[in-house]
């Protein structure tokens, strides 16, 4: 089970959540619990960093944003002892969860249960802080933000979990965003690939590191929501929606419980930003000039669109970075100037992307046209496109998003009747 920071926040939250896993531990289950830090807490611990010395060092760092997590864990399982549980924390140094790579952006290389493991089936609750690990070298790491999600896939690998619940301030995801769209639908399942898909696109339900690790592990996550009464379903009776892989979802088609759909969902993403240069050399090699840089720096390119050569042997070259790292890939591409021989760095940070994600494209045709005449029905132009096997996405004004998801959402019949 894991919680996330707004279920954490604040020591009634905290007994509410010992409260859901002390029935799951009451209805003879073994448990281990994942927790984040209060809401707001790794922000307020990221300023004491930024204070204390703006150019910090990020073994230090680590040391400081994860103690958020410590606290959690330690009062979870207070509280659960309150409540006549046994119960205890397990820190990322005391399972260990070993890390590999940077301080502050660690990955999981592997969790060494088995002490845990053996005091879960002598009845005992874990308590685990999500988010933090031990480096080889053993001083405390992070994995970046949004990483209790993974911790908590990881720790349900390690103990071959039945499945990982993952408890947040959402009852499931949804066909999209349920403030933009009223006629939204929850969705009883997804596959791993779709949610990979959304989860990248801007859907914001589960960090797409612990999707891609769920899916190459065969961890079932269920996604529902903490804010749920005493009188509330339990969660073996599957409230939330499921991620699973496509072999489940076939079977969970076949038994009538899940429909087919073409599309599964459609997700937005407001930070993006545009980046054009002008009149780049049409040689080979030039757009290895613009994108090394980037690349180096890690600074992640999404939409690429290289227009027609000019006459002259010049052309225009388009792309999107994260709008969180428009100036620096700016002020990279100003060095290399000379290198890559542009002429101008034209930027626009008001604009979303659109995406249309489901497993069903696979197989059908069409789904892309659906897109472009809904679009263009309504007005809305499409500055860039994007596909991959399961997704289309488009790039349009930031002030039409709002407009396109519902309309698309209409156009594809993920409108809920009822």
């Not at 959402?170 to 403030?179: I, L």
């Not at 073409?262 to 980046?275: C, M, P, R, S």
């Not at 780049?280 to 090394?292: L, N, Q």
């Amino acid at each position: 089970m894991k919680f996330g920071g707004t279920s954490m926040a604040g020591t009634e939250r905290i007994r509410r959540v010992a409260n859901i896993v002390r029935k799951q531990a009451a209805g003879g289950n073994e448990v281990a619990v994942v927790v984040s830090a209060m809401a707001g807490e790794t922000d307020r611990l990221v300023n004491f960093c930024r204070e204390a010395n703006a150019l910090y060092d990020p073994a230090e760092y680590d040391v400081v944003v994860a103690s958020g997590e410590q606290v959690t864990s330690g009062l979870l399982a207070l509280t659960l002892q309150s409540l006549g549980c046994k119960a205890r924390s397990w820190l990322g140094w005391q399972i260990p969860v070993k890390t590999i790579e940077a301080h502050a952006k660690a990955r999981i290389e592997s969790i060494d249960a088995p002490e845990m493991v053996a005091a879960m089936e002598a009845g005992e609750i874990a308590v685990v802080p999500g988010f933090q690990g031990i480096s080889e070298d053993g001083r405390v790491t992070t994995l970046g933000r949004g990483g209790s999600d993974t911790s908590a896939v990881a720790v349900a690998a390690a103990v071959k979990a039945d499945r990982c619940d993952i408890y947040t301030d959402v009852d499931g995801v949804y066909t999209t965003d349920p403030r933009i769209v009223a006629k939204a639908r929850k969705l009883k399942a997804v596959t791993y690939e779709e949610m990979l898909e959304l989860a990248s696109v801007g859907a914001k339900v589960l960090q797409t590191r612990s999707v891609g690790l769920a899916m190459k592990e065969g961890v079932r996550i269920q996604v529902l929501s903490s804010f749920v009464g005493d009188d509330a379903v339990s969660a073996d009776e599957l409230p939330g929606t499921l991620i699973v892989s496509d072999e489940e979802m076939d079977e969970l088609v076949e038994k009538g419980l899940m429909e087919r759909q073409l599309v599964t969902g459609i997700a937005h993403d407001k930070n993006e930003a545009k980046v054009i240069l002008t009149r780049v050399p049409d040689k080979p090699g030039a757009v290895a000039h613009i994108f090394e840089p980037l690349a180096e720096a890690s600074i992640n390119v999404d939409m690429i669109i290289q227009n027609v050569g000019r006459d002259k042997g010049e052309t225009d070259v388009t792309f999107t970075v994260p709008q969180a790292d428009l100036a620096r890939a700016q002020a990279l591409l100003e060095d290399r100037r000379g290198e890559i021989g542009f002429n101008r760095i034209i930027t626009d940070s008001k604009i979303a992307k659109i995406s249309v994600v489901g497993v069903g494209m696979k197989s059908h045709a069409g789904v892309a046209s659906t897109m472009f005449r809904a679009l263009s029905d309504r007005g809305i132009n499409i500055q860039a496109i994007s596909t991959s096997e399961i997704k289309v996405s488009v790039m349009i004004d930031e002030d039409e998003t709002e407009l396109a998801v519902r309309v698309l959402h209409t156009a594809y019949g993920l409108d809920a009747t009822d």
